[in-house]
C-alpha cells in the first residue's frame, strides 16, 4: 500500500483513480502528474515500485498545494471574507448559501432541515 501525503492510496485502483483520494487532486491534475513522472496510467498501485513512488512524493511535495496545506489555505481566505466584513464573509458566518443561490425555497443543505412549528395541533378528523 502507498502511502502519499498522509493519505493511503487504494491498493487494487489505477493510479490515475488513486491520486484522486488526495484533497486537492482530481482527475486532470492526476493526469498531469503521471505525465510529469512517466508511469503508466493503467498500473494499479500494488504494482508501482519503490523507485515510483518516491517520484510522486517528489513532485506532489514541490509543486502542488494538496492535503493540510490546501486546508489551511482556504480556511485562513474564509476567515480573511469574514473579518473585512465582505458579503460572502457575512453569508459563511450565518452558514447561507454564498454564490447568489434562493434561499426561500431549497439551501437546505447550508440552512439546515425544515424547521417545524411548536405545538401546532392537525385539524381534527371528521
Known amino acids: 500500500m502507498a502511502r502519499i501525503a498522509g493519505v493511503d492510496l487504494p491498493r487494487n485502483k489505477r493510479i490515475e483513480i488513486a491520486l484522486t483520494y488526495i484533497y486537492g487532486i482530481g482527475i486532470s491534475r492526476s493526469k498531469e502528474i503521471i505525465l510529469a513522472?512517466?508511469?503508466?496510467?493503467?498500473?494499479?498501485?500494488?504494482?508501482?515500485?519503490?523507485?515510483?513512488?518516491?517520484?510522486?512524493?517528489?513532485?506532489?511535495?514541490?509543486?502542488?498545494?494538496?492535503?493540510?496545506?490546501?486546508?489551511?489555505?482556504?480556511?485562513?481566505?474564509?476567515?480573511?471574507?469574514?473579518?473585512?466584513?465582505?458579503?460572502?464573509?457575512?453569508?459563511?458566518?450565518?452558514?447561507?448559501?454564498l454564490r447568489g443561490q434562493r434561499t426561500r425555497t431549497n439551501a437546505r443543505t447550508r440552512r439546515g432541515s425544515k424547521r417545524t412549528m411548536a405545538n401546532k395541533k392537525k385539524a381534527p378528523k371528521k
Open 37 to 97: 513522472t512517466g508511469i503508466n496510467s493503467n498500473t494499479k498501485i500494488t504494482e508501482l515500485n519503490d523507485e515510483e513512488v518516491v517520484k510522486l512524493r517528489l513532485i506532489l511535495d514541490s509543486e502542488y498545494e494538496i492535503e493540510g496545506d490546501l486546508r489551511r489555505i482556504e480556511s485562513m481566505n474564509i476567515k480573511r471574507l469574514m473579518e473585512i466584513n465582505s458579503y460572502r464573509g457575512k453569508r459563511h458566518r450565518i452558514g447561507l448559501p
